[in-house]
């Protein structure tokens, strides 16, 4: 894993930035890049398979920005998209 990638972190929203807060305080040394899809908040209300094109949009999104990890910070889309990912 290339140290000096960053860490991407995807939500529905705002509400990722907790975990980017986390992050930034524990790893202080690490980029992060936040995606939050606030066009089309909340997923919530989604079918599962809208719930996993935008999952996977978002995490399109964050590879083509060269990301060692991603991190979906959305509860949604954990818990319906991950096994896509």
Known sequence: MNKNKPI?????????LTVVK????NLPNENIIYFG?????PYGSKSNSTVIEYSIQNTNFLLKRNVK???VACNTASSVAISAL
């Open 37 to 41: 899809d606030t066009a089309r908040v």
């Open 69 to 71: 990890a991603i991190v």
């Open 8 to 16: 991407g972190v995807f939500d529905s929203g705002i509400g990722g």
């Open 22 to 25: 986390r992050f930034a305080a």
